[in-house]
């Protein structure tokens, strides 16, 4: 009943609107469309295998509050892109509220750690840098203030869950901050400064430290250990030392885990996610922690979840369990599920991490064609990962190897991109070709320039958003494109379906692409079957299967056909 009301519903309006907008272009169409018809795609549907992720910097994405632009006295001049350029927490919360996630077809956010980072600046030659991108941690029990507040940060959780959308946060385990003369070294028995990675093999990667000026915390320890004088003084300055004193009792006597430093580290960690609700943590320099560590954050961090929701069953989202994505530099899926130490192979899927960051893909999308590229990953995640994934990027805040530096391939680099069987990661700015070689700054930071909200006045630029919008929006309603099996149905012109069949879910979908613009025929057997009502999401146009075969009339390379009920 449900399902035929739906559908009366949708062709009223489709209807509605052809007639009311016969001078309108397609796009147009499409969006007023989409805009007015019943939702028919179900959130709870989600899952990460198949999840359309947006990384961001908070610090280059938005300034949403300039009153915490400066803080701690962090006021020492910097280099261009070296200290930190007032974006903050709100500024993600007033996207989400724009509708600007909604509408590039994203389900998840992800972003650098947002606890308090070292006060101090540090010199890098004779020159100061700040950690505005999160990696160096002072405190892990608390929300950096050039960020926000610990409210700023809960309003961006619910404010994500109330669209749809999960939010991942980076995690850092294996170190601390730099040692500054505001930021004093942790004690000997938490943290190693004198041996530094050289990374040749399995010990010498782990149980050393990644520079002089990063000390290295023992996650190998499973000693009891008290806890740093500084961060002590500090909690007792800001009035809170009883407070964390006592949820680390109740934390240690209910785990019965060893006190040692990892596990404290994992207790602060998951507060985030049993109080605030926290959907998944991307972790940072998975290898140079030992992977039992991973399983034990793993098993807190399901069990933090489980309790959130128990708590908050108004707001749960979905049924996934928390999720843990890795960061290890070099893994590639032509390892399969292993990382190569030399000395030993590690399959970190096998310690509580669901899904790793694939370094290969933009070689792969270098070298490859579509159909090429599509095949091999749909048989790798369905041959090699069973039940897990990857997360593929083409571009990334620490890699230079990128797939379109000078974005002179930015429409292709979409294409590739979100219709790759896998995570798609959009990186903040690849929706509006964000430069990626700034001429105000030196090496490294011009992957990581300021988001230009300016650019959206200009009409290349929004041609392009635009484009990146209807793919991204078409995966994130279809599982089947991130998560299903790939067939090619034709070589010239060229079609391929994708098709999903799960636990009770079944999803299935025919692209084209380099198709002839104007008039087209896609033959469409076996996938739809005769009298099926098919839209093209790309141009909005409705089209029946007809003898096997639909035809399309748009200005537009790109169909995207989907069963007009979903």
Not at 505 to 523: C, E, T
Request: charged letters at 25%; a neutral charge.
């Amino acid at each position: 009943m449900k399902s035929a009301l739906k559908t009366y519903m949708l062709l009223l309006i489709f209807i509605t609107i052809s007639c009311k907008n016969e001078s309108k272009t397609d796009q147009e169409n499409l969006h007023e469309y989409n805009s007015k018809k019943p939702s028919t795609i179900d959130d709870s549907l989600f899952t990460w295998e198949a999840a359309n992720l947006y990384f961001l910097l908070i610090d280059r994405f938005k300034n949403g509050d300039p009153n915490n632009d400066i803080v701690l006295g962090r006021t020492k001049k910097t280099p261009k892109l070296k200290g930190f350029e007032g974006g903050d927490i709100k500024g993600i919360i007033q996207k989400i509220e724009d509708g600007y996630f909604k509408k590039l077809g994203v389900n998840a956010i992800g972003f650098n750690p947002v606890v308090e980072q070292i006060h101090e600046n540090i010199k890098e030659g004779t020159e100061n840098t700040y950690a505005f991108h999160g990696y160096w941690i002072k405190d892990w029990t608390k929300v950096d203030p050039n960020f926000g507040t610990y409210n700023d940060f809960k309003q961006l959780i619910e404010t994500a869950h109330n669209n749809g959308i999960r939010i991942i946060m980076d995690v850092v385990m294996n170190h601390t901050g730099p040692v500054t003369s505001k930021d004093p070294v942790w004690p000997d028995s938490w943290v190693r400064t004198s041996q530094e990675c050289n990374q040749k093999d399995y010990t010498n990667t782990i149980s050393c430290s990644l520079g002089k000026k990063l000390p290295d915390i023992k996650t190998e320890s499973n000693e009891n250990v008290a806890l740093p004088k500084i961060l002590l003084d500090k909690w007792k300055s800001e009035e809170r030392l009883e407070i964390e004193l006592a949820e680390i009792d109740t934390f240690f006597n209910k785990t019965r885990l060893k006190r040692s430093p990892k596990n404290y580290i994992i207790k602060w960690l998951t507060d985030y996610i049993r109080e605030l609700g926290i959907d998944g943590y991307r972790i940072k320099n998975v290898k140079h922690v030992e992977e039992s560590s991973w399983n034990t954050l793993a098993e807190q961090s399901k069990l933090a979840f489980i309790e959130w929701k128990s708590k908050n069953a108004d707001k749960v989202l979905d049924d996934n369990e928390f999720y843990i994505l890795g960061e290890l530099y070099g893994y590639s899926i032509k390892n399969k599920r292993y990382y190569n130490f030399e000395d030993r192979k590690i399959d970190y899927f096998a310690y509580g991490i669901d899904s790793m960051v694939n370094f290969q893909f933009k070689y792969d999308a270098t070298q490859y064609d579509y159909e090429k590229l599509f095949s091999k990953y749909s048989t790798v995640l369905y041959t090699n990962l069973i039940g897990k994934s990857v997360v593929n990027y083409i571009s990334y805040h620490n890699d230079r190897a990128l797939f379109d530096k000078n974005r002179s391939k930015a429409y292709e680099s979409a294409i590739k991109l979100i219709l790759t069987p896998g995570i798609s990661q959009i990186y903040y700015g690849n929706e509006v070709g964000r430069l990626l070689d700034s001429k105000e700054a030196k090496e490294p930071p011009t992957l990581i320039s300021n988001m230009d909200w300016n650019t959206s006045h200009n009409n290349d630029t929004k041609l392009l958003l635009s484009h990146w919008q209807k793919l991204g929006v078409f995966r994130k309603n279809h599982i089947s494109i991130g998560a299903g099996r790939h067939q090619i149905l034709s070589e010239k012109p060229y079609i391929f379906s994708r098709e999903y069949d799960r636990n009770g879910i079944f999803d299935k979908v025919i692209i084209g692409l380099n198709l002839p613009k104007g008039k087209k025929s896609i033959k469409v057997k076996p996938i739809f079957s005769e009298g099926t009502i098919l839209i093209d999401q790309y141009s909005g146009s409705e089209t029946k299967v007809h003898n096997d075969s639909i035809t399309i009339s748009s200005d537009y390379e790109i169909v995207l056909l989907a069963n007009k009920d979903n």
